[in-house]
């Protein structure tokens, strides 16, 4: 199938027309506005770029110009360059005990940054909390630091907690937050959690972890065998999410943001069907509560360009990112849990065999 007809089957107009009146219906009470089939249309043409790519298509690899042209997260949140590196390079990396694991984990989320990972290794080579030691990481992160290198990623704000805990540099902090949680046998109470919210809630009686973080972080950790939390049982609404759902809802009726993002994750069946939309999932695996909850982000800021004069709460007009190719091979791997790596690897032979 060629780019052009393949355009076609994912964006039927005709469909989204005729049967718009049975959203409204089905997410009562909450309101949709026009950005709502929008968010749909996005997921779609997002993971179908994503496939493109994986199956060594010409770039560029979507005809959607603001895709084409702006950054945005992949549909599945372990899909994204960061996520992958953590899953293969981070989790399954190295000793696989609750404490290795877990240290590997929380530090390499406290930055958030391939890079700084990268130099710290290169500095003090194996990553190991058995090797350990605050004064060699800190000065590795102070070194680099003094050199004007960014050390930590600019996706989600890092509290730096200076005041609270005594420390003049943030990266100081976030040691010592992290040599806090070792001392407290934290990867063990992780470990012997009965469920996700749990374990949430364990994170985020910690400084400088709010609800988002203790979030993002518990599903890190899920990635690993440390844990296996069902990713459906709660979700927490980043900023970005807010103001996603701020478009894409003229009234939530009473709703929550989160009630709302777990009502479409559980409808995403019928929402495609009614839309005439064909999502290929990954490798079977639908979209969890994280991946709905980021693709709320991402509509708040594909809608700036698509529906400029639809307001969101966040009040933002432009995409500040621009998509910058990388053509750094980043093979595709998942938790093994997850059964769908072998899948992944067959798919990738044929690709390179020329089947497909």
């Avoid at 249309?41 to 179908?48: C, D, G, K, S």
């Avoid at 003090?124 to 800190?138: C, L, Q």
């Amino acid at each position: 199938m060629n780019r052009k007809n393949q355009q076609k089957t994912l964006w039927p107009v005709d469909e989204v027309k005729r049967n718009s009146a049975r959203a409204f219906a089905s997410l009562a009470p909450a309101k949709p506005s026009m950005v709502y089939d929008t968010y749909w249309h996005f997921a779609v043409e997002r993971q179908a770029a994503f496939f493109r790519r994986f199956r060594g298509e010409p770039y560029p690899w979507s005809s959607d110009d603001i895709i084409a042209t702006y950054k945005f997260t992949n549909a599945y949140r372990a899909s994204d360059r960061v996520s992958q590196y953590l899953i293969r390079n981070v989790i399954y990396q190295g000793p696989n005990t609750s404490h290795e694991v877990f240290f590997r984990t929380i530090l390499f989320k406290l930055f958030n940054k391939i890079e700084t990972w990268e130099l710290l290794q290169s500095e003090v080579g194996e990553i190991s909390y058995d090797s350990y030691s605050f004064e060699t990481y800190n000065r590795v992160l102070t070194a680099a630091m003094d050199r004007k290198q960014t050390i930590y990623s600019a996706a989600y704000i890092m509290p730096s907690g200076s005041r609270k805990q005594g420390s003049t540099k943030k990266h100081r902090s976030h040691l010592d937050l992290l040599q806090q949680m070792m001392d407290d046998e934290v990867p063990d109470q992780i470990a012997a959690c009965k469920s996700m919210r749990q374990a949430f809630d364990l994170l985020l009686s910690y400084p400088m972890i709010g609800d988002f973080l203790a979030y993002q972080y518990v599903t890190d950790l899920n990635y690993s065998e440390l844990c296996d939390f069902d990713e459906m049982e709660f979700v927490v609404p980043g900023p970005g999410a807010i103001d996603g759902i701020s478009k894409c809802f003229t009234s939530l009726g009473g709703l929550s943001e989160t009630d709302i993002i777990k009502l479409v994750t559980e409808r995403q069946r019928e929402e495609f069907e009614r839309l005439g939309l064909e999502f290929e999932s990954l490798w079977g695996r639908p979209l969890q509560l994280i991946d709905c909850q980021n693709l709320f982000c991402e509509i708040s800021k594909y809608s700036r360009v698509s529906h400029p004069a639809v307001q969101g709460i966040a009040n933002r007009t432009r995409i500040k990112q621009k998509y910058k190719r990388n053509s750094d091979p980043l093979p595709l791997w998942y938790p093994p849990k997850w059964g769908i790596n072998e899948r992944i690897k067959q798919e990738q032979t044929a690709v390179e065999k020329g089947d497909k």
